[in-house]
């Protein structure tokens, strides 16, 4: 699918209007951003930094207002203090929650931005990126090993079968990580702010499974077996 590149300029522009740190222009992004893939003939115009890959020299040309890009699904990722801006494409929208949640995402204290784009329209992580700030998420190293641990989990078709299974094996891990000294509010946190990933990019399917964990964590079940911690939260 095509999708007209000023638009998606726009949609950026129009989410980041209020944003103290990273608010954008149209003028901005088609001076710096960096394609990759299908649209990487547009980086033809930039001077960029290898191996970074960070523009060290920006497009001096006005933006053709007919100019479209390929794909249906697009992560806008920045870094403020490189400067970064980068419009990578995804193959679905799983792709986008493993590039959110992955070692570069939006708990790497170094990303400034990350905005899911899902058929031409903006995603908003605002709410997982206060969430992980206000509770400083990003500062352990192994907060995202249970992430990568637990991304492993999620089953990607939920039967009765796969939710008990995976729901288990999914219980066992926070207790991994349990025994590595996470608190409870802590391990709470983190799955919570996965839930709000996959449903900020509209994957509602794993919202019961994260809810099912998310009980086993703070002890919100009648089944005191199930708790992980031996308190409430």
């Given amino acids: 699918m095509n999708h007209n590149l000023i638009s998606i300029f726009e949609r950026i522009a129009e989410a980041t209007a209020d944003e103290e740190d990273c608010s954008f222009s149209v003028k901005e992004l088609w001076k710096w951003v960096v394609f990759d893939s299908e649209n990487i003939e547009l980086n033809d115009s930039l001077t960029i930094h290898e191996p970074s ?8 040309s006005a933006l053709d207002k007919t100019i479209c890009i390929q794909g249906e699904y697009f992560l806008f990722d920045f870094i403020g203090h490189a400067p970064s801006y980068r419009l990578i494409t995804a193959e679905s929208p799983q792709d986008i929650v493993n590039l959110v949640l992955s070692d570069s995402g939006i708990f790497n204290s170094f990303t400034t931005l990350q905005m899911p784009i899902i058929k031409g329209e903006i995603c908003s992580l605002k709410e997982v990126i206060e969430l992980i700030h206000q509770n400083e998420l990003e500062e352990e190293i192994y907060f995202q090993e249970l992430i990568n641990d637990f991304q492993q989990i999620i089953p990607t078709e939920i039967t009765n079968n796969t939710f008990y299974s995976a729901s288990q094996e999914a ?29 900020a990019i509209g994957i509602d399917q794993v919202d019961d499974f994260i809810d099912e964990v998310l009980d086993y964590i ?16």
């Fill in 53 to 60: 890959g960070i523009a060290i020299k920006g497009r001096e």
């Fill in 171 to 199: 219980g066992n891990c926070i207790v991994k990580y349990k025994n590595k000294g996470i608190s409870q509010q802590k391990a709470y946190d983190i799955v919570f702010a996965i839930k709000l990933v996959y449903r």
């Fill in 218 to 233: 703070c002890g919100y079940i009648g089944n005191k077996e199930l708790w992980i911690w031996d308190k409430k939260l």
